[in-house]
């Protein structure tokens, strides 16, 4: 019995797998079209995947972190049928509490100092999530558009922040960043690549991943997260109330996306510098979409955005194609994906209503 169960759920995961190859095949084939239309050779696309997942690999590790991490927090309260698109509101807020405690630690900190960085994150994340579940509960506010409108609220307090309370005195330069971070509390580079942007902020969206897996399959809160997305009138005939999900699930997810401005912050930045998010929680839907909501096929996902947002930047070093273009094929790419995932749901929803 526990045996067949494992073959299922392997098979199932062979599946989606398959899937998500296939998806992202077709993306690829659209955007060479457009390319051929466009002028450019169609083969500029394989060059840039190509050198973002060989010669780049590095690259593409740096990316792949925030990629993952952005949709795990999604996939949370996405779960609950809670749409969290305040994200990138989230992670500015984690880089300005990581900067913050970074700055009042001293200069020789230690591996504590690092945690207390990261919790510091996670804490403020978590903390502004909360701000429109809250509205939400009591002044039945749309959840969607005060978290989408939070967003503006975090990029502008980093400016604020980056530009005015923490900027480096020292530095007479255009950029608004604050002071850098202590170099004993910067995250760590992976050994394996030199000095590259691969750092090990990839192992803490591993571990996240998993964890996030865990507690939805093995855990109370999980089971009750994902009930109450599915059947509200049955989690809460059973007891299970919404109200206290939904608050866990956002907290969750701002922690999350907090972590990601920690990592960004601690091992890319190195500073706090004003509008340092290229949308990252925008990816971060299509991301989760792709993985089907599932915790770890969003490993799978996270790291081809990672090598997508990688070969952006290879086909703009190595190739004639301007900037403009290449945002268009990640474009093309993300809405095609986006596409076929809502066909996808429409026709499940057929399904059940046919039944």
């Given at each position: 019995?526990?045996?067949?169960?494992?073959?299922?759920?392997?098979?199932?995961?062979?599946?989606?797998?398959?899937?998500?190859?296939?998806?992202?095949?077709?993306?690829?084939?659209?955007?060479?079209?457009?390319?051929?239309?466009?002028?450019?050779?169609?083969?500029?696309?394989?060059?840039?995947?190509?050198?973002?997942?060989?010669?780049?690999?590095?690259?593409?590790?740096?990316?792949?972190?925030?990629?993952?991490?952005?949709?795990?927090?999604?996939?949370?309260?996405?779960?609950?049928?809670?749409?969290?698109?305040?994200?990138?509101?989230?992670?500015?807020?984690?880089?300005?509490?990581?900067?913050?405690?970074?700055?009042?630690?001293?200069?020789?900190?230690?591996?504590?100092?690092?945690?207390?960085?990261?919790?510091?994150?996670?804490?403020?994340?978590?903390?502004?999530?909360?701000?429109?579940?809250?509205?939400?509960?009591?002044?039945?506010?749309?959840?969607?558009?005060?978290?989408?409108?939070?967003?503006?609220?975090?990029?502008?307090?980093?400016?604020?922040?980056?530009?005015?309370?923490?900027?480096?005195?020292?530095?007479?330069?255009?950029?608004?960043?604050?002071?850098?971070?202590?170099?004993?509390?910067?995250?760590?580079?992976?050994?394996?690549?030199?000095?590259?942007?691969?750092?090990?902020?990839?192992?803490?969206?591993?571990?996240i991943a998993l964890f996030v897996s865990f507690l939805f399959f093995k855990t109370t809160l999980g089971y009750e997260i994902k009930l109450v997305?599915?059947?509200?009138?049955?989690?809460?005939?059973?007891?299970?109330?919404?109200?206290?999900?939904?608050?866990?699930?956002?907290?969750?997810?701002?922690?999350?996306?907090?972590?990601?401005?920690?990592?960004?912050?601690?091992?890319?930045?190195?500073r706090l510098v004003a509008a340092f998010n290229p949308d990252i929680g925008f990816d971060g839907i299509v991301v989760a979409l792709l993985a089907?909501?599932?915790?770890?096929?969003?490993?799978?996902?996270?790291?081809?955005?990672?090598?997508?947002?990688?070969?952006?930047?290879?086909?703009?070093?190595?190739?004639?194609?301007?900037?403009?273009?290449?945002?268009?094929?990640?474009?093309?790419?993300?809405?095609?994906?986006?596409?076929?995932?809502?066909?996808?749901?429409?026709?499940?929803?057929?399904?059940?209503?046919?039944?």
């Amino acid at each position: 019995m526990e045996s067949s169960l494992w073959r299922k759920r392997i098979e199932g995961a062979v599946r989606a797998i398959g899937r998500q190859l296939c998806m992202m095949l077709v993306a690829i084939m659209i955007v060479m079209g457009f390319l051929a239309v466009s002028g450019y050779s169609p083969f500029i696309v394989w060059e840039g995947l190509g050198r973002a997942f060989t010669r780049d690999l590095a690259g593409t590790i740096r990316w792949a972190a925030p990629m993952i991490l952005s949709g795990v927090a999604i996939c949370i309260p996405f779960k609950a049928q809670v749409y969290n698109l305040g994200v990138d509101g989230q992670i500015y807020l984690g880089a300005i509490a990581a900067t913050a405690v970074a700055l009042a630690l001293p200069s020789d900190g230690s591996l504590a100092g690092l945690i207390l960085v990261f919790a510091a994150a996670a804490l403020a994340g978590a903390a502004f999530a909360m701000i429109p579940a809250i509205l939400n509960l009591y002044c039945n506010t749309d959840i969607v558009v005060t978290t989408l409108l939070l967003n503006f609220v975090g990029e502008y307090l980093t400016e604020f922040m980056a530009a005015e309370v923490m900027r480096d005195p020292e530095k007479l330069t255009q950029v608004n960043a604050s002071r850098t971070l202590p170099e004993s509390l910067w995250l760590p580079k992976l050994a394996a690549f030199g000095n590259s942007s691969a750092n090990v902020g990839i192992y803490i969206a591993l571990v996240i991943a998993l964890f996030v897996s865990f507690l939805f399959f093995k855990t109370t809160l999980g089971y009750e997260i994902k009930l109450v997305g599915s059947n509200a009138g049955f989690a809460r005939y059973g007891g299970i109330r919404s109200s206290k999900v939904l608050l866990k699930a956002m907290a969750l997810s701002g922690a999350v996306a907090g972590i990601i401005g920690a990592i960004e912050v601690t091992a890319t930045q190195h500073r706090l510098v004003a509008a340092f998010n290229p949308d990252i929680g925008f990816d971060g839907i299509v991301v989760a979409l792709l993985a089907n909501n599932n915790p770890l096929g969003v490993l799978i996902s996270g790291f081809f955005f990672g090598g997508l947002k990688n070969s952006g930047n290879v086909m703009e070093r190595v190739t004639e194609v301007p900037n403009i273009v290449t945002q268009i094929i990640m474009a093309i790419i993300i809405l095609t994906i986006s596409a076929n995932v809502t066909v996808r749901r429409r026709k499940r929803k057929k399904e059940a209503l046919s039944k």
